[in-house]
């Protein structure tokens, strides 16, 4: 991964050399993680070629910053040095901004916001199963991005898995990341994997998380956040599982308010097609169930049965949110904890304020599918 380091300076205006220049377009950035001062970005070319990055405070051209780096088709960094709940614009160029005349491409502009201090209220999104069903994601992805009953911006989005409907060709791109590029350029994606990604290359390829990238853990605001792949083995003997009990038992993990879990398998399930092969992951009810438990796990986000289901056992409260724009799956059986159950598309939304948490699951025309609040213990 590059590093770089922005000092926004009134008047900074900082230009390495990239070496060779071509007009190659550039596609899309991802902006993935942030934090109060840094952000990592992740950006690709259709050819291996150098690139260029300006970036400001949004509203003050005096603070304009570019750096350049080496050709390549994959561009991965991270701006560190940034500033608390601030708007920043950032450009990326094939060449050097300073000469238009050898890039008749236009240079598109894009905006995010690095979130508040740990102690300041925040928000995120989660949905999950869109199946590559573009015009029903772009619709939430739209909808996720208004402000809430709080008026409250999201700083992120969880997606729970099966983004895609064949994760093994390019269709991660054309599934998820083109058509969320008004979205995925200013608001990081933390993305959990499916059965439907199928472990596939272009998952790692285009999301740049912590250690093994496909089970990852980061602290957002006074939250401390864990996503699994369920589709790799997790149950006691294997290497995520302690990975996981590490986690959870970790410093940063206790010192949070909230400890929010994301996978794709949910332990509970009562909507399927066809009804009577799945009623919830057995290995997630003898495994990750019992360590949620003991660990003080607050939220569960899972996906992978088509629509919205929440319940809660033991104090952890568990929310199956896989109405992201796959086929709708219809009710089959019960759970006696699980309080709520509607087969629709849909996107979550949760706001939290202290030990405080509101979370509302909202429709595609907007109607409220199910709202709760909770205090954290
Ligand atoms: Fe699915």
Redesign the pocket.
């Known amino acids: 991964m590059q590093c770089a380091r922005f000092i926004l300076l009134p008047l900074a205006f900082l230009v390495v050399s990239c070496g060779e220049e071509t007009n190659t377009p550039y596609e899309i950035p991802l902006l993935q993680m942030t934090t109060p001062t840094s952000a990592t970005l992740v950006w690709e070319t259709e050819r291996k070629e150098p690139a260029c990055l300006t970036l400001e405070l949004e509203g003050q051209p005096a603070t304009r910053e570019t750096t350049c780096y080496p050709s390549d088709t994959l561009h991965e960094l991270v701006l560190t040095g940034l500033q608390p709940a601030t708007h920043y614009r950032y450009e990326i160029a094939g060449v050097k901004p300073d000469k238009t005349e050898e890039n008749p491409l236009p240079v598109t502009s894009h905006t995010f916001r690095t979130p508040d201090e740990a102690t300041k209220p925040f928000a995120f999104g989660v949905m999950g199963?869109s199946?590559g069903k573009v015009d029903v994601l772009v619709q939430l992805l739209t909808a996720a991005t208004l402000p809430g009953p709080r008026r409250m911006p999201i700083d992120f989005l969880l997606h729970v898995g099966?983004a895609v409907e064949d994760g093994g060709h390019a269709t991660y791109f054309t599934d998820l990341i083109e058509p969320g590029r008004a979205v995925f350029d200013g608001l990081p994606l933390y993305a959990a994997m499916?059965?439907?990604e199928e472990d596939s290359d272009w998952f790692y390829h285009y999301h740049a998380y912590p250690g093994r990238e496909d089970y990852y853990a980061f602290t957002h605001g006074n939250t401390f956040f864990v996503v699994l792949n369920t589709n790799k083995d997790y149950t006691s003997s294997s290497k995520q599982y302690h990975w996981l009990v590490q986690r959870l038992a970790s410093p940063e993990a206790a010192r949070a308010t909230w400890r929010v879990v994301s996978f794709h398998h949910p332990p509970y399930g009562q909507g399927w097609g066809p009804c009577g092969d799945f009623t919830g992951d057995a290995d997630a009810q003898e495994y990750l169930v019992p360590l949620f438990e003991r660990q003080r796990v607050d939220l569960v986000f899972n996906?992978?049965v088509?629509g919205y289901e929440r319940g809660s056992r033991q104090g952890v409260t568990y929310v199956t949110t896989?109405g992201g724009g796959?086929g709708l799956d219809h009710h089959c059986q019960s759970w006696d904890h699980i309080a709520v159950a509607k087969y629709a598309h849909h996107h979550v939304r949760v706001e939290i304020d202290g030990e405080r948490l509101w979370l509302r699951a909202v429709g595609l025309d907007g109607q409220l599918l199910d709202q709760l609040q909770l205090r954290a213990h």
Do not use: F, K, L, Q
């Open positions: 199963d199946h099966d499916g059965n439907h996906g992978h088509h896989g796959g």
